[in-house]
Nanobody, 120 residues
Framework: QVQLVESGGGLVQPGGSLRLSCVAS????????MGWYRQAPGKQRELVAS???????NYADSVKGRFTVSRDNAKNTVYLQMNSLKPEDTAVYYC??????????????WGQGTQVTVSS
């Protein structure tokens, strides 16, 4: 099996910064695209940013220029650096990854989520 474990959420004032981390562990052959999604109360889950195994990135328009996604393939870890945070960034942030597993092939996995609250 595979697990994704997020960390780094919390309460921050508007204009502040947070860095989220997500570590993948288990029967992993290869981690393909990794990404961050978020879900605010009463809203659908949305893509925030993603990064391919080659380092190609994609961002939601609402976070471009403020958030940066990166990964450390040696550590099976993806990061989300969030700067200039706004109250509308408040949400549960979820890690997502397409992972090639031993004997099974490619499967998609979600982390348990980490709360980010932007408030004064």
């Amino acid at each position: 099996q595979v697990q994704l474990v997020e960390s780094g959420g919390g309460l921050v004032q508007p204009g502040g910064s947070l860095r989220l981390s997500c570590v993948a562990s288990g029967s992993i052959v290869r981690i393909n695209t990794m990404g961050w999604y978020r879900q605010a109360p009463g809203k659908q889950r949305e893509l925030v940013a993603s990064i391919t195994s080659a380092g190609g990135t994609n961002y939601a328009d609402s976070v471009k220029g403020r958030f940066t996604v990166s990964r450390d393939n040696a550590k099976n870890t993806v990061y989300l650096q969030m700067n200039s945070l706004k109250p509308e960034d408040t949400a549960v942030y979820y890690c997502n990854a397409d992972i090639t597993m031993v004997f099974i092939g490619v499967r998609n996995f979600w982390g348990q989520g980490t709360q980010v609250t932007v408030s004064s």
